[in-house]
C-alpha cells in the first residue's frame, strides 16, 4: 500500500512538473485591514509585469507601477485627484533612474505640463503648454535645481519670442523680446538686485542691437533716454526728465 501510494504520489508530481507555468496576480492586504488594496502580475516566468496600489484604501486603483526584465521600473502611473482615471505619468531608464514626467494640471486628459531629468536624475527643463495645443508655449531651464532660463511662446505660432534670464537663487536678471516676429529680440529689459525695472534697450531697425536706451530711477520713473538714431552704435542725442 505505502509503495502504492509513492507511486501515485510521483506520478502526480511529474505531471505536474509537466504543466506549463501560469501568468499569476497576486492580491495583497497591505495594511492587514481585511481589503486587498494590492495586485502583483506576474508572467509565466515568475517576473513582476506590474503592481497596482490603492494608496488611500478606497478599494480604487490610484497607482500603478510597469516593470521590465528583474522588477527594473519602466513606468509609474498615478490618479491624483482620484477620478479614476490617471493624470500624472513617471518615465524611469538606465536601470530605474527618473527620466521624465508628465501631468495634467487640468485633470482633463492633455498632458500640458512635462518634467526632463538629466542620467543623474537633476531637472534640466520643464516645458508647459498653457493653451492645450499639444506644443509647450513656455520652457524653464534649471542647471542644479536653480531655475536659469524661460523661453515663452507669447502668441502661440510655435516661435520663441521671450527669453528670460535669472541670476543666483532664481532671480530674474533680463528679458528680452521678439516684438516683430523675425526670431530677434528687439527689446531687452534689465532688473538690477532690487529686482525693479532700472534700463530697458530698443532696436528700432530690426538689426539685432539697440538703438534707445531708457534708464529709470528706483520708483520705475524714466529718468533718462539716450538715441543712435543713424544707427551707428554711438549716442547721439540723450534726453533727461
Known amino acids: 500500500m505505502r509503495i ?3 507511486f501515485v504520489i510521483t506520478i502526480m508530481a511529474l505531471l505536474i512538473s509537466a504543466l506549463p507555468c501560469m501568468a499569476v496576480v497576486n492580491e495583497v492586504d497591505s495594511n492587514f485591514d481585511g481589503k486587498i488594496d494590492q495586485w502583483q502580475y506576474v508572467d509565466a516566468q515568475g517576473k513582476v509585469e506590474k503592481i497596482e496600489h490603492d494608496g488611500d484604501f478606497d478599494g480604487k486603483v490610484d497607482q500603478t507601477e510597469y516593470f521590465k526584465g528583474e522588477k527594473i521600473l519602466e513606468h509609474v502611473e498615478f490618479d491624483r485627484n482620484k477620478d479614476g482615471k490617471m493624470d500624472h505619468l513617471q518615465y524611469y531608464k538606465n536601470g530605474g533612474k527618473l527620466s521624465r514626467v508628465e501631468k495634467s494640471s487640468k485633470f482633463n486628459g492633455n498632458y500640458d505640463w512635462k518634467e526632463f531629468f538629466n542620467d543623474s536624475e537633476k531637472l534640466t527643463h520643464i516645458a508647459i503648454d498653457e493653451n492645450g495645443d499639444g506644443k509647450a508655449d513656455t520652457t524653464q531651464f534649471y542647471d542644479s535645481d536653480k531655475l536659469t532660463r524661460i523661453e515663452t511662446d507669447s502668441n502661440s505660432n510655435g516661435n520663441i519670442d521671450r527669453w528670460s534670464h535669472f541670476r543666483g537663487n532664481s532671480v530674474l536678471d533680463r528679458t528680452a523680446f521678439d516684438t516683430t516676429g523675425n526670431g530677434k529680440a528687439d527689446q531687452w529689459q534689465f532688473y538690477p538686485d532690487d529686482q ?29 533716454t539716450e538715441l543712435d538714431r543713424n544707427f551707428d552704435g554711438k549716442i547721439d542725442l540723450t534726453q533727461k526728465k
Do not use: C, M, P, Q
Open 196 to 224: 525693479s525695472l532700472k534700463k530697458a534697450d530698443y532696436g528700432t531697425n530690426s538689426d539685432g542691437k539697440a538703438d534707445r536706451w531708457e534708464h529709470f530711477d528706483s520708483k520705475g520713473k524714466l529718468v533718462k
Open 4 to 6: 502504492r501510494n509513492i
